[in-house]
């Protein structure tokens, strides 16, 4: 479960429906174990001029609570022209390479384009330079 509606919307979902019940008062204990702290970036005026031009990922965890299919980690790739973003469950960081690769080639076979540039933290997962000079053949 990635989250639940408003009471807003339940109010609203509950006056078209009367028979459903629900307590506005409850709380449920995953909105606090999900609780994450947020880190502000600086602003950027640079922006890329086309799609797929600049990426950048990240892995983020371990988190403390595993999902139901036993993940603990998260990759996560932002293109920097759109802002669309996909997120990738990983059950190890070792699984980061092979994803990343399969988006690559993703991106060149449904869009017909080249990522011309990754942005990452410089973690040596992300160290794929044997795999980058085979693409560029």
Same mark, same amino acid.
């Given at each position: 479960?990635?989250?639940?509606?408003?009471?807003?919307?339940?109010?609203?979902?509950?006056?078209? %429906?009367?028979?459903?019940?629900?307590?506005?008062?409850?709380?449920?204990?995953?909105?606090?174990?999900?609780?994450?702290?947020?880190?502000?970036?600086?602003?950027?005026?640079?922006?890329?001029?086309?799609?797929?031009?600049?990426?950048?990922?990240?892995?983020?965890?371990?988190?403390?609570?595993?999902?139901?299919?036993?993940?603990?980690?998260?990759?996560?790739?932002?293109?920097?022209?759109?802002?669309?973003?996909?997120?990738?469950?990983?059950?190890?960081?070792?699984?980061?390479?092979?994803?990343?690769?399969?988006?690559?080639?993703?991106?060149?076979?449904? %869009?017909?384009?080249?990522?011309?540039?990754?942005?990452?933290?410089?973690?040596?997962?992300? %160290?794929?330079?044997?795999? %980058?000079?085979?693409?560029?053949?």
């Amino acid at each position: 479960m990635l989250g639940h509606v408003s009471n807003k919307f339940l109010d609203v979902i509950k006056n078209k %429906f009367p028979f459903v019940k629900y307590n506005k008062y409850f709380i449920f204990d995953i909105c606090h174990f999900a609780k994450q702290k947020n880190f502000h970036f600086l602003f950027s005026a640079s922006k890329s001029k086309k799609y797929f031009y600049l990426i950048y990922v990240d892995v983020w965890g371990p988190y403390s609570l595993s999902s139901i299919h036993v993940h603990k980690y998260f990759l996560t790739i932002v293109d920097d022209y759109s802002r669309y973003t996909w997120v990738f469950p990983l059950k190890q960081k070792s699984e980061v390479v092979k994803i990343l690769e399969n988006f690559v080639v993703f991106i060149q076979t449904q %869009f017909e384009t080249t990522i011309k540039v990754i942005r990452s933290d410089n973690v040596t997962r992300f %160290f794929m330079s044997n795999f %980058f000079l085979s693409i560029n053949e």
